[in-house]
């Protein structure tokens, strides 16, 4: 079984959007709290890279 979220980061005046979905193997993983701050985390450093377009 595999088990995750998707977590989406818009910045301020909306100009970038970010979706990301991050897999793991229970959803008793993917419902945590630290797991949850992962995946605002990578979304927010995706939309903070130069290379997002």
Do not use: W
């Not at 910045?11 to 897999?23: A, D, F, K, Q």
């Amino acid at each position: 079984m595999v088990a995750g979220t998707v977590g989406a980061y818009i910045h301020t005046h909306g100009r970038i959007g970010v979706l990301v979905e991050v897999n793991c193997q229970t959803d008793f993983v993917a419902k945590g709290e630290e797991f949850q701050q992962l995946v605002k985390d990578i979304a927010m450093q995706i939309a903070a890279s130069p290379n997002v377009e």
